[in-house]
């Protein structure tokens, strides 16, 4: 028995099978201001400064709140879409 076409390494990202990479969230919260109330941002990870992170649920459920609205900058709404569905009938 031949162990030659054992591979001895990991394939690098470039060349093996393509990894879906999943976005995270952050929340910004605004505090109230006279004449403005508090509000609750959110964001793709990287616009802005965040300690903690969300997953797609999370986000979800925080953006249905009360004054919470998506990031124009970073097109967080966007991000939080369902991917279209690759299968075929």
């Not at 919260?29 to 508090?38: A, D, E, T, V, W």
């Not at 997953?55 to 979800?60: G, K, N, P, S």
């Amino acid at each position: 028995m031949s162990y030659q076409d054992v591979p001895t390494h990991r394939p690098s990202p470039a060349n093996g099978p393509p990894q879906k990479s999943r976005p995270a969230w952050t929340l910004q919260y605004l505090p109230h201001r006279p004449g403005h109330p508090g509000a609750t941002l959110l964001h793709v990870i990287g616009c802005t400064p965040s300690d903690q992170t969300l997953d797609r649920e999370q986000a979800l459920a925080a953006l249905s709140q009360p004054r919470a609205a998506a990031c124009r900058e970073c097109d967080a709404a966007r991000s939080l879409a369902p991917e279209p569905s690759s299968a075929t009938p």
